[in-house]
Each structure stands twice: as structure tokens, then as C-alpha cells.
């Protein structure tokens, strides 16, 4: 198998100001499907194609922000192996038991110099996507639910240290470097996109004074008319935009911009390029950034380098 | 009926209803003066101190109002509902941190 060690982003627990409005918002609105609610109070939800117990879980508290992302990896020997490389390179891990997040096998949590919580598990409940594994229709009703993205696609998240983050990934984790924007003196990586497939990133980083912020969580759209489809249910629901519908210059990939109800950015993103290992790093001059992020107008929106939670 | 709301130091007056925040007010009628940034109360940029006059409030981040803040009515404008005319004071803004180190600031 080609395909081993991390395979994909797992799932993300960001915190939301007011519970059963950001229910409304994440089930009805962006569509995602509700797997399940804690004793905690933290309510599950998943994508409709994705076929594990939950992907995006939400929890009331008195900030807005990410606790933690997490990262699925192949079986529990490399769960094992990449905690001992973790340990190795000299970062703090604990184990989270199996179950402490429903549907979840035990995780292994370590904290980034950026300031995140990054976790690493491999088991979680297989639930299905509501398609048979025989004979499966290509979509199921619950695509046509609100914005209805078909996968958790990736995150950016902005903190200190983006060099030793990107050390981190690359060295440890099995991550490559897919593209970059230079700092202003071109000496250093102002913004990082990893890779640990075929996707044109499963994470980013950008670097900022304060440590542990969220930018967005990308959500996966099967089509740019489906990016536009969900532009137009924002609308409809009044939610706020910040960017788009526009294309990336960085990634290729086409996108909107907008935030839940307690300010925590997220997107709907569709295509991107599809890199392999072997290729080149894709190099951003900051000069261009603008072209990087939103390439018809080369603007420079000033809330993406302002505005975070 | 609405409230007029009045921004300190701009001369910028405009009209808002109470089931409206300040901060989608200004920005529904195209005009500026409160930095706008997520709108859903996480990020502190719309920022400012109640100068003057009566409102109700939905939650918004701590991270960005102390219960200091709360005292002096320093609080985030898109999570401020008009009860009465309203007098404000902009504190937030826009600041580019993207590359700029702490110290720096």
C-alpha cells in the first residue's frame, strides 16, 4: 500500500458561544449531519460522504476557537511508532482513552510551538455514509441538506514558530511541503501548505505573534457550482462572508470564505492541484500574496491576515 | 422604530433598529467607522466603548472583553443591540500580526 503512516485529517473540536444556535447553523446551514451528543455537552457531526463517526464537533464555552485538530493514521503500530517519533524529537505526548470522544479510539495529543493541539488516532467508528458498500448509489438525500460539503478537507491555523511546525510535519509526521509565501525579507515561510497524500494540503500554517489561533476549517465541495450553490444558501441565512466566491492562486483551489455564528472561520472549498512527494515546492513571494489568495481580483483582503479566533 | 446611533470622533450617524447589532447597522447602509471583521462575536475587532445610552447584549469572545471591559461597557459592536439612542468610542482596528513579531506590535 502506498498510502500509509498519516492518512487524513480525523476531525476538529472547535468551541462555539452559544450551543443550539450553532447546532441550527452546522446542521442546517453547512449541512452536516449530527452523529451525537457527549456528557460533556459537545455535539458530533460528520459530512455526508464521510463515513466515520464524526468529523467536527462543537462545544459551548465563553471564547470562539479550536481545542484541537486530529489526524487519522493507518493502525494502531504506527499510532504507536509516531508517538515514540514524537517523543523522540523530544515533544510531550499523552494518550487520550478510547472513548473519551464518542465513536473514538484512544488519541495521542502533543501541542505544536505554534500553540495547537494536534491529535493523532486510528480507530473510529465506521457509521457509513448512508450508502450501501454493495451496489452504492453515487450520492444519498442528505447531499441536497443545506451547503451539504462532502468531507472535513483541512485547516489553517495561524501561530509563532511556523519553521519548527513545519520541521515537525515533515520530519516526523511524514508531511511534505506542497507550497509556501515567503516572509517579506524572503529569508523565512510566512505560510506553510502540507501535504501527507494527494491532496494539495490536509494542513496550513501562517505565522502570527499569538499562539494556538484558528483561521478556517475547510469544508469540501464536489464542484465550483457547488462553491456557488453555498454562496447562495449563505445568503439566504444571512451568514457573514469574508472572501468569494474566488479562486486561489495558491492551491488552485476555488473557494468562499465566511464565519459560524460565534466568529470561527470556515470554507468551502473545492479542486486544487494534486502533488506527489517527488515535486517541487510551489514558491509565493510576498509581494504576491494577494494573487496567492484571491487570484481573479490579486487583493490582498486585509481580514485574512486581521481576523481570527 | 430605530435608534440613532452616533460615532465619537467620525461625526457618522445612522439609524439602527434594536433586533439589529451595531456593527450590521453601519455595515448594511455602507457606511464605515467600526472595523468589521467576523460578525459572530469571536474576534474582537469591532470592538467599542458604549459612551452613552441603553442596549442589550449576546455573548462574545472573552478573549477580547474582560469583566473589566464588561464594566466600562468596552464591548464588541456585533453583539450590541441598540435600546435608545447610542453614543460609542472605536477602540478596535485592524492590525496586520501576519509575519510581525510580538515585540514588534
Redesign the interface.
Known amino acids: 500500500m502506498a498510502l500509509t503512516g498519516v492518512l487524513r485529517p480525523g476531525h476538529a473540536q472547535v468551541r462555539v ?2 450551543l443550539e444556535e450553532s447546532v441550527r447553523f452546522y446542521r442546517d446551514v453547512l449541512g452536516l449531519v449530527e452523529t451525537g451528543r457527549d456528557a460533556q455537552g459537545r455535539v458530533y457531526f460528520k459530512c455526508w460522504d464521510e463515513r466515520d463517526h464524526n468529523s467536527y464537533v462543537i462545544r459551548e464555552a ?4 479550536i481545542d484541537f485538530f486530529g489526524f487519522r493514521v493507518l493502525d494502531q503500530a504506527t499510532l504507536d511508532r509516531l508517538d515514540a517519533d514524537l517523543k523522540a524529537y523530544g515533544l510531550a505526548t499523552e494518550r487520550i482513552p478510547a472513548g473519551e470522544m464518542l465513536g473514538t479510539g484512544e488519541r495521542v495529543r502533543f501541542t505544536l510551538p505554534s500553540g495547537h493541539v494536534i491529535e493523532l488516532y486510528a480507530d473510529k467508528h465506521k457509521v457509513g455514509n448512508g450508502i450501501p458498500l454493495v451496489n452504492p448509489a453515487p450520492w444519498s438525500k442528505a447531499r441536497d441538506h443545506g451547503i451539504a460539503p462532502v468531507r472535513l478537507d483541512h485547516a489553517l491555523l ?1 501561530g ?1 514558530n511556523v519553521a519548527e511546525v513545519h520541521k515537525i510535519f515533515t520530519e516526523v509526521l511524514g508531511f511534505y511541503l506542497v507550497e509556501r509565501v515567503l ?2 525579507d524572503g529569508q523565512g515561510n ?2 506553510i501548505w502540507l501535504s501527507c497524500g494527494q491532496k494539495v494540503h490536509d494542513i496550513a500554517f ?5 499562539p494556538g489561533k484558528l483561521h478556517h476549517c475547510s469544508f469540501l465541495m464536489e464542484s465550483w457550482d457547488q462553491v456557488l450553490r453555498a454562496g447562495d444558501i449563505m445568503s439566504m441565512n444571512q451568514v ?1 462572508v ?1 472572501i468569494g466566491p474566488t479562486r486561489h492562486g495558491v492551491t488552485r483551489g476555488c473557494t468562499i470564505y465566511a ?7 470556515f470554507e468551502t472549498f473545492f479542486g486544487g492541484h494534486l502533488p506527489y512527494p517527488d515535486y517541487e515546492t510551489l514558491t509565493w513571494t ?1 509581494d504576491n500574496f494577494g494573487q496567492g489568495l484571491d487570484y481573479p481580483q490579486r487583493k490582498l483582503h ?2 485574512f ?5 | 422604530m430605530t435608534h440613532t446611533v452616533s460615532i465619537e470622533d467620525s461625526g457618522v450617524r445612522y439609524a439602527c433598529a434594536p433586533q439589529e447589532s451595531l456593527l450590521s447597522g453601519l455595515h448594511r447602509l455602507g457606511l464605515r467607522g467600526i472595523p468589521v471583521g467576523c460578525r459572530g462575536g469571536g474576534c474582537g475587532v469591532c470592538k467599542v466603548e458604549i459612551t452613552g445610552g441603553e442596549f442589550s447584549t449576546r455573548a462574545m469572545s472573552r478573549d477580547h472583553v474582560s469583566d473589566d471591559d464588561l464594566a466600562q461597557r468596552r464591548l464588541l459592536a456585533c453583539r450590541v443591540y441598540p435600546s435608545s439612542d447610542l453614543s460609542v468610542k472605536v477602540i478596535g482596528k485592524l492590525q496586520k500580526k501576519v509575519c510581525t513579531p510580538a515585540a514588534d506590535r
Open positions: 458561544l452559544d465563553d471564547r470562539a476557537g495561524y509563532p516572509t517579506p510566512a505560510a501562517a505565522e502570527y505573534p499569538e457573514a469574508d464565519w459560524d455564528p460565534s466568529g470561527n472561520r510576498f486585509e481580514t491576515l486581521t481576523v481570527v479566533s
